[in-house]
């Protein structure tokens, strides 16, 4: 890759008319890999055009980064950078270049769009996968017992009642890495937008509540049941992630409430997680509307700022095709579907990943509130850790929950709190 010697945020066509782009991205192992697949093959096809890729360090120390850059108009020719609720932050409309009706846009699938828009303007493309937040399930398990995938949340819980009776953990909570006690909830929102069409929005006006939702407080039900039934593992409260991933590959757990993320790193130390794994979305009320809740992949978006706008955008535009998903998916195991039409999952993909492909393919999918909504409060996790263990009663946690989320959206100042 060809260094830069300007500073600012891209470099003029040089004399023999090479472009050089500059391609920001996090220092996470997946997205360099990911960013180099992609890149390598970019130059491959397009020798006019070289990209030099710079990280920045994840979390708030690289939001901050990302901020000044563009405020300071020294921000990267192209960059990538969180979809979804985080993207508003951003101002797009006005740091941005607006990609509404480009063909750029062209293969990105239609209910991708949301979390890169504001307004009625689309600014990113997808970079990598979506991964599934539900429940991994071990297909061992279900195949000795002769069970089926549930699409209500009774037929889940009579599924746990019969590998409970084999003497088999039916749910694997992990409560030590507190983080993980909260997919019940925000694996939920399929079920909730279903329920209630117009929840993330009367949510984010402080119209809607919590506790104040049926549908919404499910998922803190949820977690009460599970625990009221005994159907957790041994020593729930002092487990951690990894030791519920491996209890679920090795058969010890039937069901994990989790992001289907944690599995490819597994692959290498235990192959079978990668075929005896499965994933389903966390089932409601009612079978004919099972679905599942998604969490989109982060976004490429171009600053205002690039001097070299059609190169970018045709780096955009490859970003978003079928040769670009290969690429990545020869480096990188995808944890679930490309958001790309015509991208297609390499036949050695993860069984979780197929799984969530067909909820996607049938349109059962929504994207979870935190991609739909900037209200999330920082105390969910300790929270449903309460929940979970027996000690909150859900509706309590549900009107908790709202409590710790009043603080969130006065401090980003919206309307309605």
């Known amino acids: 890759m060809t260094a830069l010697t300007s500073c600012g945020s891209g470099s003029e066509p040089a004399a023999d008319g090479t472009v050089t782009l500059k391609f920001l991205i996090d220092n996470g192992q997946g997205a360099v890999d ?18 030099d890729t710079e990280t920045r360090p994840a979390g708030s120390e690289g939001d901050n980064i990302v901020k000044t850059k563009l405020s ?39 209910d991708y769009l949301p979390v890169v828009t504001q307004g009625d303007h689309a600014f990113g493309v997808p970079f990598g996968t979506a991964m599934g937040g539900g429940i991994l399930y071990n297909r061992k398990i279900y195949e000795k017992l002769g069970l089926q995938v549930p699409k209500t949340w009774d037929e889940f819980m009579a599924n746990n009642a019969k590998i409970k009776a084999a003497g088999i953990s039916p749910v694997v909570s992990t409560f030590k890495d507190t983080w993980t006690s909260q997919l019940f909830v925000l694996g939920d929102f399929y079920n909730v937008q279903a329920a209630v069409p117009n929840f993330a929005a009367d949510y984010t006006a402080g119209k809607a509540k919590f506790a104040t939702t049926p549908a ?48 490819p790193p597994l692959v290498a130390s235990m192959p079978q997680a990668a075929t005896d794994v499965g994933f389903f979305g966390i089932p409601g009320t009612d079978p004919a509307k099972n679905g599942a809740t998604l969490w989109e992949p982060s976004a490429v978006y171009i600053p205002k700022s690039t001097k070299n706008l059609d190169a970018a955008k045709k780096f955009l535009a490859f970003i978003a095709s079928p040769a670009a998903a290969d690429a990545v998916s020869k480096a990188v195991q995808p944890s679930g579907p490309y958001r790309i039409t015509g991208a297609k ?40 850790v309460a929940v979970g263990s027996g000690l909150t009663p859900p509706a309590e946690g549900a009107a908790q929950y709202d409590k710790d989320v009043e603080k969130q959206a006065k401090q980003l100042g919206l309307a309605g709190w």
């Not at 990911?34 to 990209?51: D, E, G, L, V, Y």
């Not at 969180?82 to 932050?89: I, R």
């Open 72 to 110: 300071t108009g020294d921000m990267d020719d192209v960059f990538l950078y969180n979809s979804g609720s985080l993207l508003q932050a951003l101002n797009p409309s006005q740091t941005l270049v607006d990609l509404t009706g480009d063909p750029v846009l062209q293969n990105v699938q239609k």
């Open 216 to 263: 919404a407080t499910a998922g803190f039900q949820h977690l009460a049941d599970v625990h009221a039934k005994g159907y957790l593992n041994e020593g729930f409260g002092s487990a951690t992630a990894d030791q519920g991933m491996k209890m679920l590959v090795e058969g010890k757990g039937a069901h994990y409430p989790m992001l289907s993320a944690q599995l």
């Open 345 to 384: 999952l390499p036949d050695n993909a993860i069984q979780a990943a197929k799984d969530l492909q067909a909820y996607i393919d049938r349109g059962a999918t929504a994207p979870a509130l935190e991609f739909v909504s900037p209200v999330k409060g920082p105390s969910l996790e300790q929270i449903t």
């Open 34 to 51: 990911s960013a180099k697949a992609m890149t390598t093959a970019f130059m491959q096809a397009n020798p006019k055009i070289k990209i």
